[in-house]
């Protein structure tokens, strides 16, 4: 398995809730090093967007020019929150950002709901279309309607690895 990077989520304001998700990311990083896979934690503002132009053409005529923003990383990530809490997220979520929805389950305050969370995945988010080779980068996106909802997803992350 290639080494990647956790991103985290921006902290929220409770103090207990900070801890216990600090907790957790220590332990899934403990976790993922035991398992041969060099983490890093950073915060979703220290992980850029790029704009990508990708031009079109069939039998050496133009379909056209169409600007994507894709994910601007050299690893595969873990994400952490939802559309409303990690801007990361809400560019995967993002209409016509990419080629195709990267992502099956739009995350955010009222879906999945209180106390819920979604594991998913999310492939080829350095580039704006499924890249079968070994420059792209999938991630694994773990959030919850809420901060308890984020925390169960975490939780059953670590379990599930």
Known sequence: MRAGRKVNNDRPDNPLVKRLIGYIEEHLQALLKQ???????????EVSIASTNVSLSESGCSLGTFQYSVINTTNNLVIV???????LIANLCQKDAYT???ILEDVDDQYPGKARGVIQVAESIN???????????????????????????????????
């Open 35 to 45: 398992r041969g896979v060099s983490t890093r934690l950073l915060n979703a503002s």
């Open 81 to 87: 929150g939802n559309v409303r809490n990690n801007k």
């Open 100 to 102: 195709y929805d990267k």
């Open 127 to 161: 580039k704006p279309y499924f890249c079968p080779t070994d420059r792209v980068r999938d991630a694994i996106l773990v959030g919850g309607s809420d901060e308890e909802g984020t925390i169960r997803a975490l939780a059953k992350l670590m379990e599930l690895l």
